[in-house]
């Protein structure tokens, strides 16, 4: 499974949901590529999105994230990589994931 800058629009509220139906999807010890932008902790609609309508965006610290995914997933890699994009610093998290179905 691969998900690009999707997850991120998400409310956190309903990540572990999602990522549970990510789960049952993927086969046992299949992979999963996450990567979405974060770095900060912010949950909502930026004001100085350009997009119309503008896009509610779910970022992350490194470490909530980790513990978020880790509670369905396997972590077998995660990435965190500093970006500046219009002026504002994020980072650009990238993590592949694990089915570990028989661990659960």
């Known amino acids: 499974v691969y998900a690009m800058n999707s997850l991120l629009h998400q409310p956190k509220s309903e990540l572990p ?15 999963f590529y996450m990567g979405v932008w974060g770095g ?7 004001a100085d999105d350009s997009y119309r ?7 992350y610290e490194d470490k909530p994230l980790q513990v978020a ?13 500093p ?4 002026g504002k610093q994020y980072e650009y998290q990238s993590m592949f994931l694990r089915n570990a ?3 659960r």
């Open 17 to 31: 949901s999602v990522l549970q139906g990510i789960r049952r999807v993927l086969a046992p010890d299949g992979l």
């Open 40 to 46: 900060w902790a912010f949950e909502g609609i930026l």
């Open 53 to 59: 309508p503008q896009r509610f965006f779910s970022f």
């Open 69 to 81: 995914v880790s509670t369905v997933f396997e972590i077998v890699t995660f990435r965190s990589i």
């Open 83 to 86: 970006v500046t994009h219009r």
């Open 101 to 103: 179905a028989n661990e």
